[in-house]
T-cell receptor, first 111, second 116 residues
Framework: AQSVTQPDIHITVSEGASLELRCNYSYGATPYLFWYVQSPGQGLQLLLKYFSGDTLVQGIKGFEAEFKRSQSSFNLRKPSVHWSDAAEYFCAVGSNYQLIWGAGTKLIIKP | GAGVSQSPSNKVTEKGKDVELRCDPISGHTALYWYRQSLGQGLEFLIYFQGNSAPDKSGLPSDRFSAERTGGSVSTLTIQRTQQEDSAVYLC??????????????FGDGTRLSIL
């Protein structure tokens, strides 16, 4: 069965530091992969998506993610985080007509 | 607006009452999803509508939960005889649909439901 794992429930980084959020998936075919962000009290906003082609995908707000088929991973990165990046981040894989969701990683920014 | 609209944004009700939550999807989106998000948890799929097809109700937690989508647009999620464990944020999303799963979902801001 398809699944998505986000191993880190919480991650704390200092403002200005680099960030990497991990996502591993289990899927039999070429996956459609997504990262979403949820700010407090709001719905989810699409950060970026991967369908095919270049394995390094650029998204909004300075985020990028790299698809690594050999590792079944789609990790999210940002070179320098801002306090406004504090939020919860969800990875998802497209399966048939649905998205299979990870449990989320809460990002905490230290001043 | 152009986004997914949900109402009410907050709902407080007494245990045992029925509640209705509304979702207005993005115009032209054929797929509509309902999710539940309990405090500090991920997304729990509830139900999916695609065009005129029969909905996928596989995520509904009990027969107290039902949803309909009128005219392929607005959707209502109804919870009957609410229980305290129904307290959560209910999120609606819409997309262009399709079987490939390659269409991103666009989310509303959710309805925060509190059962006293």
């Amino acid at each position: 069965a398809q699944s998505v794992t986000q191993p880190d429930i919480h991650i704390t980084v200092s403002e200005g530091a680099s960030l990497e959020l991990r996502c591993n998936y289990s899927y039999g075919a070429t996956p459609y992969l997504f990262w979403y962000v949820q700010s407090p009290g709001q719905g989810l906003q699409l950060l970026l998506k991967y369908f095919s082609g270049d394995t390094l995908v650029q998204g909004i707000k300075g985020f990028e993610a790299e698809f690594k088929r050999s590792q079944s991973s789609f990790n999210l990165r940002k070179p320098s985080v801002h306090w406004s990046d504090a939020a919860e981040y969800f990875c998802a894989v497209g399966s048939n007509y649905q998205l299979i969701w990870g449990a989320g990683t809460k990002l905490i920014i230290k001043p | 607006g152009a986004g997914v609209s949900q109402s009410p944004s907050n709902k407080v009700t007494e245990k045992g009452k029925d509640v209705e939550l509304r979702c207005d999807p993005i115009s032209g989106h054929t797929a509509l999803y309902w999710y539940r998000q309990s405090l500090g948890q991920g997304l729990e799929f509830l139900i999916y509508f695609q065009g005129n097809s029969a909905p996928d109700k596989s995520g509904l937690p009990s027969d107290r939960f039902s949803a309909e989508r009128t005219g392929g647009s607005v959707s209502t999620l109804t919870i009957q005889r609410t229980q305290q464990e129904d307290s959560a944020v209910y999120l609606c999303a819409s997309s262009l649909g399709g079987v490939l799963g390659n269409q991103p979902q666009h989310f509303g801001d959710g309805t925060r439901l509190s059962i006293l």
